[in-house]
């Protein structure tokens, strides 16, 4: 057998081992991924926007804003979650999605400083939906028996739920996972029961403020009537939460199918029939129920008074179709059921940051169980969840959690429109409906409502990122991948060269431009730091204008000095940030000495930044 035979038949060997590598990865991948748009995506979304607002606050907010200004804000918040789902549909068609899915993302086009911020304050708005939902739970728990109803019993009624599905969570997430399409069908039965109950309005035994469909009353609702402590803001901020779960595709991708087909397709399906439902309940809500009836606390039967907070929750009992304790318990489980999605995602999204290692404290929490679960993680949101319900009101953890997913809406937009603008390699999105003026027009509306609903807490926001920003820079902490920003900053500097080549030559644009070089390391004398000292010097002599290269050359070949061109490099950078000199670090590598001079000379500076030959020279004699 000849060589070239030998050849053909080890490729032959080879290709067939990386075949059946290849169709074993995929079975292994199919196994795992068995997720389809409508179980991985559409149900989920909708599971994570259906909650306790749809049944609790929706008379509240037309019986304040009126049926125009309800429209309104159902809008604006549907145009937020749809420039953003423009987007997230880009991302999911530009290639794999890793662990953290949305988080992922932001970390990777804004840098981990940014990133890491804003998947903190995402994960903190994941918490917050959680105690949201409970403490929804717990008010119609205290609506139906009163025997719920005790000092300090919303706090501790909301932490023993907490607890219960926390610890449900952590004995069985697929057992958890698994019961997701029977709550979701809970939920459905529970929200036909109020369809049904807003056509048929008034029962026997109903108020008359209570007329049922109306043109009358539909139009006597039209126009806004706030109330003492509310406003257009406050309203809105109330709403926005209805439209938070939108991410719930991308932060499952590694558990679908075809995620770049299922994520577009789901999640706009699950916005878009969100959109239809709320303007229809709003507008029903409108027609039913005078203003009066949707605003004035009610009597239950046993002549207590039902408050809590702007809840008129005897409007459940009324509408409920066609035995309230049905419609009651329906929103209890839809409730649990965005709770426990919720403890599922964000324990996922914690172990993602901490295992990027850009959050040294969060270290502990990357680590995962013999399973994959992480445990450590849920513990820890377990226990968050359960100070956070210690604020005690559904209305306000409703306004904290629109700001925290309003900011993370807004930094989704803006890492796709930076990637858009420096054309990135790796940014090649095959969504078809996406454009990069969508995502900035995205981000923009997306900050704008942040300050609309309420512009104290969207300052807090503001700071939070920037303190978990400056922790993160006062880390140093490295990693290993670029960002938007930083192909921004190249790009801007690339056409910035290009737009002084002409101005340089006037000389009131004149800045020095110097060439330095340094012995290496491996040359210096016993007195170290003589062989450095024109870098002061250097630095005294441009002022902190211009631009310094600074040159150490090695003697020997390329291949065989790597290691010492590494070291060497990091040291000199050391030594600029010690002498507070600013500029570029070099290492070259020659035969000679005398000739890397020459080579450093005549590769100095780029365009309109060459070094000025008169100051290597001087340059040349101090090294």
């Known amino acids: 057998m000849g060589k070239f035979d030998l050849l053909t038949s080890a490729k032959k060997h080879k290709w067939k081992f990386w075949r059946q590598k290849d169709h074993t990865q995929d079975d292994n991948k199919s196994k795992a991924a068995r997720l389809g748009t409508l179980t991985g995506v559409l149900i989920p979304t909708c599971e994570n926007m259906w909650g306790v607002l749809i049944f609790l606050r929706f008379f509240y907010i037309v019986g304040n804003a009126g049926i125009w200004q309800s429209f309104l804000i159902v809008l604006l918040s549907f145009l937020c979650a749809l420039l953003t789902t423009m987007s997230l549909s880009a991302v999911a068609t530009n290639g794999s999605l890793e662990g953290g ?209 702007h809840a008129q929750l005897a409007a459940v009992r009324d509408i409920a179709f066609p035995l309230p304790i049905l419609t009651e318990l329906g929103i209890i489980v839809a409730c649990f059921s965005q709770t426990l999605q919720c403890i599922i995602t964000a324990p996922r999204l914690l172990q993602a940051i901490a295992a990027d290692g850009i959050i040294p404290f969060l270290d502990p929490f990357a680590k995962e169980s013999k399973s994959g679960e992480p445990h450590i993680a849920l513990v820890f949101t377990t226990v968050l969840c359960m100070i956070a319900a210690m604020i005690g009101s559904l209305d306000q953890i409703a306004p904290l959690v629109s700001i925290c997913f309003l900011t993370c809406y807004s930094a989704l937009n803006l890492s796709c429109f930076v990637l858009s603008i420096v054309k990135a390699p790796s940014w090649r999105p095959r969504w078809m409906y996406y454009h990069w003026s969508s995502a900035l027009l995205g981000s923009v509306l997306c900050l704008a409502m942040n300050f609309v609903l309420l512009w104290y807490w969207a300052l807090a926001a503001v700071c939070i990122v920037m303190v978990i920003y400056g922790y993160i820079q006062y880390r140093q902490v490295e990693v290993d991948w670029g960002t938007g920003v930083g192909g921004l900053l190249l790009q801007l500097a690339a056409e910035s060269l290009s737009a002084v080549r002409q101005e340089a030559q006037y000389s009131i644009n004149w800045r020095p431009q110097l060439l330095c070089l340094s012995k290496p390391k491996s040359m210096w004398t016993k007195d170290g730091h003589a062989g450095h000292q024109f870098l002061s010097f250097a630095s005294q002599l441009k002022k902190g204008q211009g631009l310094c290269v600074v040159t150490a050359i090695l003697e020997g070949r390329i291949e065989e000095t790597r290691a010492q061109v590494a070291a060497e490099k990091v040291h000199l950078e050391n030594c600029m940030v010690e002498a507070k000199v600013t500029g570029i670090a070099r290492i070259l590598v020659a035969p000679t000495y005398r000739e890397g001079k020459m080579y450093a000379i005549q590769s100095s500076g780029l365009g309109a930044l060459e070094a000025q030959h008169c100051v290597v020279r001087l340059a040349n004699k101090m090294a």
């Open 101 to 309: 899915g949305t988080y992922y993302l932001i970390s990777r086009a804004l840098g981990p400083r940014l990133g890491g911020a804003v998947g903190c304050l995402y994960y903190l708005g994941q918490v917050l939906l959680a105690v949201l939902e409970i403490l929804g739970a717990v008010e119609m728990l205290q609506f139906i028996s009163s025997a719920f109803s005790f000092p300090q019993s919303v706090r501790i009624l909301a932490v023993a739920c907490i607890s219960v599905l926390g610890t449900l969570v952590y004995a069985g997430i697929r057992f958890v996972s698994k019961l997701g399409a029977y709550f979701f069908f809970i939920v459905l039965c529970t929200m036909l029961s109020y369809y049904i109950g807003l056509w048929t309005a008034p029962k026997r035994h109903s108020p008359s403020s209570l007329t049922g469909l109306s043109w009358r009353t539909f139009r006597s609702n039209w126009n806004p009537q706030y109330g003492k402590d509310a406003s257009f803001s406050s309203v809105a901020s109330v709403f926005f939460p209805c439209f938070t779960g939108i991410l719930s595709g991308a932060d499952r991708a590694k558990d679908l199918r075809r995620p770049e087909k299922s994520i577009p397709t789901g999640t706009l399906g699950a916005i878009i029939i969100s959109f239809v439902m709320y303007l229809s309940y709003m507008g029903f809500w409108g027609a039913v129920g005078t203003r009066e009836y949707l605003l004035t606390q009610k009597v239950q039967a046993t002549g207590n008074p039902v408050v809590h907070g």
